[in-house]
């Protein structure tokens, strides 16, 4: 999984500095929101089975009972994607540290040199 972040990072980069100097802060915002969505349905996919999904939404910090509910859902990978457990075990910080890039930040340091 870190080889496809790696890669979208990439792209995003890219994509960013060539296209994000347009004055289209809410766009970058949303498309931000889309691609980290993704990623955690990626995840959640690559989990497969419920006593898999559980144990990794364990070690990555989310209480016993929330991993349990979240794990067992019968609920797809989409509508999954954004439950609480999800996004507590793969939040924008685990994602930045696995590398992911935001469009949003890349955006601000067009536009204000931060």
Do not use: F
Request: glycine share 8%; hydrophobic share 35%; aromatic share 12%.
């Amino acid at each position: 999984m870190t080889l496809q972040i790696h890669k979208l990072t990439q792209y995003l980069r890219g994509w960013g500095y060539y296209y994000l100097i347009a004055n289209a802060y809410q766009l970058t915002v949303d498309l931000d929101h889309w691609i980290r969505r993704r990623i955690r349905m990626r995840y959640w996919r690559q989990w497969r089975k419920p006593r898999t999904k559980v144990r990794s939404l364990m070690k990555l910090g989310v209480s016993e009972p929330l991993a349990i509910a979240c794990g067992i859902t019968s609920k797809g990978p989409c509508r999954s994607s954004k439950t609480k457990g999800i996004n507590i075990a793969l939040g924008n910080d685990y994602l930045a540290s696995q590398g992911l890039v935001s469009l949003r930040d890349i955006w601000i340091n067009i536009h204000y040199g931060r």
